[in-house]
């Protein structure tokens, strides 16, 4: 049997992910669509050969077949140079001097899970459409069943006359397969037609009787078909085997600033996900790299929020900075931060001055003037030892983003040529130093975060699961370009509450 992937679109509903890479390459859950369905095909012993109809950015995906796949005997790349002027049915058109004898046949975005496919395969029809039985869908293509057979495929056929909304997987006998192709070369051919539906052919088959085909029943199983990010990020949260483990997790770091507030504005729903944290006996921390405030003050901050919540609850990038100062004898500190900061170092037993500081230290400094600026650029040219709190470039708020520590490390660095030694996220310790304590494993944590260079990397780093929420600085496109991927992707933090209920 052989099996024939059709993957030579762009995908403009996922732009701008589909101006760098074809719609078959991306990611759901850190795997290419494309990659989801070989892996799902090759296993099978029954499928000996696997044809990939490519088009758009063609080279992209002959790279990523031959490094992922060792230049399998088992795949065969057939190029439509024409995919721009073409659609799917000209696609499979390409095909029909390869396909030797009975095929199956599959839409380049659509993602299955194993037992769907391989009972599709051994099914007892030979000609067949997977049909979702009792399900009706806007997008897909629905089917109507008149004395077994199907006699109609279309986006347009109504609720009433649904048997079902067809998978896009298709199966044909040779008989069938000479009678599809026939069809197909009167259309490209004869009549010229090259833009059209692979499903116009096959519905002009079925409409006059001169195909039959069976509802192959999918029993409910998993499958989904990616057009729009809406859909790619429902395909993640249904193809996500991360998300049951969430049950058994024994501890939840949660970043703060664009994760459970933005500002002084709490998300939506967020009492609610605490207090089902309590109620399932979970452990949860809060993990912030913003330093413009002390921890009595996010203290008194998470508090007025409504958050029931005790001072040991928030860990934030000061934590490792003053550990390291005590750590290294450093006392007298030239401090670029906000007055709610210095009294914390105060209290910590620092003094804070521009006479003769031994160390430079940033933070996320609200206050800033430009005569703190101006001494830290002196201090750093005469050689003091140089600190930052966290490496934040923005900070998020309701307007937009605001400069954050990173931006304030490129500005001095452009000035005086000096980097600092950076604390807070994505520093590990930040994380591990609190597992330790709780006497708790990676395994058992859970890290809620918006950024990746900070949130998720650090997870990565302490091999802890990671969620990435988009309700702070990252987007879709932002995660396929980045080489720290989260284990999970949520459009809000507060949808954690339907996953561990």
């Not at 995908?11 to 494309?34: D, E, S």
């Not at 052919?201 to 990010?229: H, P, T």
């Not at 949660?254 to 399932?280: A, C, Q, R």
């Amino acid at each position: 049997m052989q099996i024939i992937i059709l993957s030579a679109g762009i995908g403009n509903r996922l732009n701008p992910i589909t101006l760098m890479k074809p719609k078959c390459l991306v990611n759901v859950n850190n795997k290419p669509i494309l990659k989801h369905q070989i892996d799902l095909f090759i296993k099978n012993e029954k499928i000996h050969e696997i044809i990939v109809v490519i088009g758009y950015k063609a080279d992209s995906v002959k790279n990523f077949i031959s490094s992922t796949y060792n230049n399998s005997e088992k795949i065969k790349l057939i190029e439509n140079k024409k995919y721009l002027t073409t659609n799917n049915m000209y696609s499979l058109f390409m095909t029909r001097d390869h396909i030797k004898d009975s095929f199956i046949l599959i839409n380049g975005d659509v993602i299955l899970e194993q037992k769907l496919f391989d009972e599709f395969l051994i099914s007892p029809y030979n000609d067949a459409i997977a049909v979702d039985i009792g399900e009706y869908y806007e997008e897909s293509m629905k089917v109507v069943q008149k004395n077994g057979f199907l006699v109609d495929i279309s986006k347009e056929i109504t609720k009433e006359n649904a048997l079902g909304c067809s998978i896009d997987l298709y199966k044909f006998s040779k008989r069938g397969k000479e009678i599809f192709f026939s069809k197909m070369e009167e259309i490209i051919v004869k009549k010229k037609k090259l833009n059209l539906w692979t499903e116009i052919a096959l519905q002009e088959l079925l409409n006059e009787g001169k195909l039959q085909m069976k509802a192959f029943d999918i029993k409910g199983r998993n499958w989904f078909e990616i057009d729009d990010f809406d859909d790619l990020y429902n395909a993640e949260i249904k193809f996500n085997n991360n998300l049951e483990l969430l049950k058994k997790k024994k501890v939840f770091f949660f970043d703060m600033d664009g994760t459970i507030y933005l500002e002084n504005i709490l998300f939506d729903n967020i009492h609610e996900l605490f207090v089902l944290l309590k109620n399932l006996k979970k452990k949860f921390y809060f993990l912030s790299n913003n330093s413009s405030i002390s921890t009595n003050d996010y203290y008194k901050k998470l508090k007025d929020l409504g958050l029931d919540i005790n001072r040991e609850n928030i860990i934030i990038s000061t934590h490792p900075t003053i550990h390291y100062l005590k750590d290294k004898g450093f006392k007298r500190l030239f401090l670029l931060g906000t007055e709610s900061l210095k009294s914390e170092f105060i209290e910590n037993g620092f003094e804070i001055t521009d006479r003769e500081p031994q160390i430079v230290v940033l933070a996320f400094d609200k206050e800033l003037t430009y005569e703190k600026l101006e001494k830290a650029a002196y201090f750093l040219q005469d050689g003091l030892p140089y600190i930052a709190t966290h490496p934040d470039k923005v900070c998020p708020t309701q307007r937009g983003y605001i400069p954050d520590v990173g931006s304030m490390i490129a500005l001095l660095y452009e000035s005086t040529g000096k980097k600092p030694i950076i604390f807070g996220k994505p520093n590990k310790e930040m994380l591990l130093f609190k597992l330790k304590e709780l006497n708790l494993d990676p395994k058992d944590t859970v890290l809620i975060g918006d950024r990746l260079y900070t949130d998720i990397r650090m997870g990565n780093e302490a091999n802890v699961t990671t969620i990435c929420v988009l309700t702070g600085e990252t987007s879709k496109e932002m995660i396929e370009k980045s080489e720290y991927k989260p284990d999970i992707i949520l459009s809000k933090v507060t949808e954690l509450i339907k996953l561990l209920k």
